[in-house]
T-cell receptor, first 113, second 120 residues
Framework: GQQLNQSPQSMFIQEGEDVSMNCTSS?????WLWYKQEPGEGPVLLIA?????ELTSNGRLTAQFGITRKDSFLNISASIPSDVGIYFC?????????????FGKGTKLSVKP | NAGVMQNPRHLVRRRGQEARLRCSPM?????VYWYRQLPEEGLKFMVY????????ESGMPKERFSAEFPKEGPSILRIQQVVRGDSAAYFC??????????????????FGEGSWLTVV
């Protein structure tokens, strides 16, 4: 089936550092979503991207929909301890049903105060 | 996450028993989705339902699993004769009605807090 390659798998950073993670796919996606999940909780939507080349910010978070439509990245600037969690990219393959999101395996972020 | 309600949050079942997981979508949302998450993995799509209709069940195991979203009441994911491999977190999500005008914003999917199934 479809797969998303998300990297890195995990990151250990110092508070105040910037973070970058990305997802790539072999298929064309028409939607990219970035979620954050904390232990014992469901994924929380951070940023949604719907057009190739789109660059969207949400506070300290910035995400872009790659122009090839096969990749996306998420940047977090000036990280703080509460950024800790697992970040998932998710995408909807062109022609796929509305609810059928493909998820990456996640990037586990640890922030040292 | 606010608004998509799942229960129970935690469920323990013995092998061979049935598990029923319930999901009430956000107010105004008529599309419901079920996903499964194994430990250390991303979420995997199972099924997409609208009221009284299954739209896409391409991710549902062929046996023992079923889902419904009746005209009244919550969506139910039912797992019959559970096995240890069914132990996972099951997430429900919902979205508003989609259409030409609302296509972009309507594509956003919001998740509940999950139901953790443990089969012993």
């Amino acid at each position: 089936g479809q797969q998303l390659n998300q990297s890195p798998q995990s990151m250990f950073i110092q508070e105040g550092e910037d973070v970058s993670m990305n997802c790539t796919s072999s298929s064309i996606f028409n939607t990219w979503l970035w979620y954050k999940q904390e232990p014992g909780e469901g994924p929380v939507l951070l940023i949604a991207l719907y057009k190739a080349g789109e660059l969207t910010s949400n506070g300290r978070l910035t995400a872009q929909f790659g122009i090839t439509r096969k990749d996306s990245f998420l940047n977090i600037s000036a990280s703080i301890p509460s950024d800790v969690g697992i970040y998932f990219c998710a995408g909807r393959v062109k022609g796929g049903s509305q609810g059928n999101l493909i998820f990456g395996k996640g990037t586990k972020l640890s922030v040292k105060p | 996450n606010a608004g998509v309600m799942q229960n129970p949050r935690h469920l323990v079942r013995r092998r061979g028993q049935e598990a029923r997981l319930r999901c009430s979508p956000m107010k105004g949302h008529s599309h419901v989705y079920w996903y499964r998450q194994l430990p250390e993995e991303g979420l995997k799509f199972m099924v997409y339902l609208q009221k009284e209709n299954i739209i896409d069940e391409s991710g549902m195991p062929k046996e023992r699993f079923s889902a419904e979203f009746p005209k009244e009441g919550p969506s139910i994911l039912r797992i019959q004769q559970v096995v240890r491999g069914d132990s996972a977190a099951y997430f429900c999500a919902s979205s508003p009605v989609t259409g030409a005008v609302t296509f972009l914003s309507g594509n956003t999917i919001y998740f509940g807090e999950g139901s953790w199934l443990t089969v012993v």
